[in-house]
């Protein structure tokens, strides 16, 4: 558990924070460990680690149909998951909250159910320059499968949305927005309430992929009114392989099946099978456990800190490091939103994001360079990539410091 010391009064003590994730306390290449990287996945805290340990080495078993007492401490856990993420992002009910294997599912689940029942030919779907991948393949297949058309709604040179541009595309064809919420390689924090009236003004979906926000904003899904909004565990301090899709209940009750299997199912002949209620109806075969039960454990640590603390922690990270990072020559910033999350994206004249990235891992240090999984995006701007350094809660300003001077050493070798 969290020692009350740590998140005492308005201030959060990093160094108390810090010991909770053992990973930190590790080297690379002879340096301790700067992990900057907590926009592909972030490090897990003890509490975390043993939850996992906890289910395996106590009560491993299958969920749901078995009436032992092992099978019923595993099913009442991963269900008090559901629960729990129900409150995370104030889902109306606990029905709303499809399990998935993380972010990317639950937008397929959308685009294979949803999406298959509702897109016709001639139809449009409206998406962002900033999608990451996950949020436009999907509907690129779609599209090509129905005939439909995939529109983008362009940004400025800042890294927003040109809301201007996003309504001149809405129109009564417009069937669904698939908007990210916050981006991955820009930190931009989008104005999805707006963005979901809009749409809604013209009868559209609006599905949000919140897979950067949940960690760092305060989700309520009622209150943003979106019909679908889909995250992943192990981006907000829990492990890989599980995520939440909400949505809607009229949307989720008159969807079709996606998976077929065990657990979706009520009775099956072979003349004619029906399905299970809602959640279960989308969670077909033994669910991924541990890591659901795990989950739980998570949004409790992040609970128990409290967002808004993590907030002031990690925008404090983010001014500094914009302020040192700008220092450097050559160096330009991408995505300067006034609006963004702890995260800096940025490319240095005459250099290869891939080659500094190397130098800094050479001094223990871990950010993510390349394209991040948005090449459209990267082409908006004309470069191969970025470096992107993200801050998590238990990130310093000494370790921002220390990138800095990787990066001025970097320079100086590759220039
Ligand atoms: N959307 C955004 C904005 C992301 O940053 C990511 C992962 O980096 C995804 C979707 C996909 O998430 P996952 O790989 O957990 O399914």
Request: charged share 25%; hydrophobic share 40%.
């Amino acid at each position: 558990m969290i020692k009350s010391a740590t998140i005492q009064n308005d201030l959060l003590d990093v160094y108390a924070i810090r010991e909770h994730f053992p990973i930190l306390s590790r080297e690379v290449k002879g340096k301790p460990l700067v992990y900057f990287d907590n926009a592909a996945t972030s490090q897990k805290p003890q509490v975390v680690i043993d939850a996992l340990t906890d289910y395996y080495t106590g009560y491993n078993a299958n969920i749901h149909r078995g009436i032992h007492t092992l099978a019923e401490e595993a099913t009442a856990a991963f269900e008090k998951t559901r629960d729990t993420a129900q409150q995370f992002i104030n889902a109306a009910s606990r029905e709303q909250i499809i399990f998935t294997r993380g972010t990317t599912e639950g937008i397929n689940l959308v685009a294979y159910t949803w999406g298959r029942q509702n897109i016709k030919a001639g139809d449009e779907i409206i998406i962002s320059t900033m999608e990451h991948h996950s949020n436009i393949v999907p509907w690129q297949v779609l599209c090509e499968e129905k005939n439909a058309i995939l529109k983008v709604i362009p940004i400025n040179d800042d890294g927003e949305l040109l809301m201007d541009e996003y309504e001149k595309l809405l129109s009564p064809k417009t069937k669904l927005v698939s908007i990210v919420h916050v981006s991955n390689s820009l930190g931009t924090v989008n104005p999805v309430k707006k963005i979901i009236e809009a749409a809604h003004k013209v009868g559209a979906v609006v599905l949000v992929d919140g897979a950067q926000s949940t960690v760092h904003l305060d989700i309520d899904v009622q209150k943003m009114d979106c019909d679908f909004f889909a995250f992943s565990a192990h981006k907000l301090y829990g492990p890989t392989g599980i995520g939440v899709l909400y949505g809607k209940k009229h949307l989720l009750e008159s969807m079709p099946v996606f998976q077929g299997g065990g657990e979706m199912i009520k009775e099956v002949s072979f003349e004619k099978t029906t399905f299970n209620d809602l959640p279960y109806k989308f969670e077909a075969g033994t669910p991924n456990i541990a890591d659901t039960i795990a989950f739980k454990t998570a949004m409790d640590f992040v609970n128990k800190i409290g967002k808004e603390k993590i907030r002031k922690h990690e925008h404090e990270l983010l001014v500094y490091a914009t302020d040192q990072l700008e220092q450097i020559s050559g160096l330009r910033i991408i995505g300067k939103a006034k609006e963004k999350t702890s995260l800096v994206s940025f490319f240095i004249d005459k250099t290869h994001p891939q080659d500094i990235g190397i130098l800094l891992d050479n001094r223990g240090i871990a950010v993510r360079t390349g394209h991040h999984c948005t090449q459209p995006l990267m082409h908006r701007f004309g470069i191969p990539g970025t470096i992107r350094a993200s801050f998590a809660v238990y990130n310093t300003k000494e370790e921002i410091d220390q990138l800095v001077v990787g990066l001025q050493k970097a320079v100086k070798m590759l220039l």
